[in-house]
């Protein structure tokens, strides 16, 4: 079979299981969805720059094409792990893009291995760089969000935490959509790497249809919780997966009837008033939290993890560290 018969059944493939996920209810409202695009300047398997101002680029074009908001949090560690100058300046697009940018931490770590002091350090060790480009353009630093959605534990930690945050002007970006998109992402730049193209396409498949049944699925988990629509928080990741389906990512927002919309008036919707009552170790999103305060429970019936071969695929790359690292990828 050649390459590209290959690729074609691929795409074929990807057309298949899109039509796949579950159709939105007829005459549904609209309904409104914020996105919010974490570890920026970029989450890659490829460490190469030009291979980051690329995915930095297309999601910046995909967005305006479409004309969404979006809010992108920044781990400032990331600055200095290859260009630092290219990575500010990739910082600096999405502000003149009309972005906004939050805190995502300096490190990436977690509040349950730094504890709180080590973690309010962390988070102030993010801060410079973001909050210097946005007072530039007479904005503030305002929005948080927790690596890996851990907030703390036990209760004392989460509580400092918590007061710290507000005390010194920030809020915390929940999300209520969680499509494991960086379990995907890391996949697909080792097929980009290594120049296949069928499992590109397929993993892109693959990622599309799982996003667009997560996406449904946290619909109805939300109606079922507040007994009512209610602007919704999708969870994306700065991936060149995500670069490469940003057209397609704005059609299955079209299909579930959302609205993109800014953070800012997605949390104006009372139900971002409820108590998180969450200190576990693990990051859960906030369905999952209101759902134990409002006592009310999810339909995990019918929510699907993502495949058993992209789990398996992600899985042996973080495994694999022996082989050398790819350093060069072409961007297009």
């Excluded at 309904?31 to 930095?56: E, H, M, R, S």
């Excluded at 449904?216 to 939300?222: D, E, F, I, P």
Aim: charged share 25%; glycine share 4%; net charge negative.
């Amino acid at each position: 079979m050649t390459t590209t018969f290959r690729a074609f059944c691929a795409l074929i493939s990807a057309a298949c299981l899109i039509s796949f996920a579950e159709p939105a209810p007829a005459h549904a409202e609209t309904g409104k969805i914020a996105l919010t695009i974490d570890d920026l300047p970029g989450l890659t398997l490829v460490p190469d720059q030009p291979y980051v101002n690329y995915l930095n680029e297309m999601i910046l074009r995909g967005l305006n094409r479409h004309r969404f908001p979006a809010t992108g949090f920044v781990n400032e560690s990331k600055l200095d792990s290859l260009d630092r100058m290219q990575q500010i300046a990739n910082l600096q697009k999405w502000i003149d893009a009309g972005m906004d940018l939050g805190n995502h931490t300096f490190s990436h770590d977690s509040p349950n291995e730094l504890g709180a002091a080590g973690y309010i350090a962390d988070i102030v060790r993010g801060e410079p760089v973001t909050r210097g480009l946005l007072q530039a353009k007479g904005r503030s630093l305002r929005w948080f969000r927790h690596p890996y959605l851990e907030t703390g534990t036990p209760a004392a930690v989460k509580r400092e935490i918590d007061v710290w945050l507000a005390a010194h002007g920030y809020r915390i970006a929940p999300v209520t959509i969680d499509a494991d998109d960086w379990e995907f992402a890391e996949p697909y730049d080792d097929a980009i790497s290594r120049h296949d193209e069928p499992r590109r396409l397929r993993i892109r498949a693959q990622y599309l249809e799982h996003t667009e049944r997560t996406i449904a699925w946290s619909q109805t988990a939300s109606r079922g919780l507040f007994d009512r629509p209610i602007p919704l928080v999708l969870l994306l990741h700065a991936t060149r997966l995500n670069a490469d389906v940003m057209d397609d990512l704005a059609a299955i927002l079209k299909r579930r009837n959302l609205r993109v919309v800014t953070l800012d008036e997605a949390m104006r919707d009372p139900a971002y008033k409820t108590r998180d009552p969450y200190v576990g170790k693990d990051g859960i999103d906030w369905l999952e939290r209101w759902s134990e305060e409002l006592k009310k429970p999810l339909p995990w019936a019918t929510w699907r993890d993502p495949p058993k071969d992209i789990e398996a695929q992600y899985d042996r790359l973080q495994s694999d560290r022996h082989e050398p690292p790819v350093t060069s990828v072409k961007s297009n």
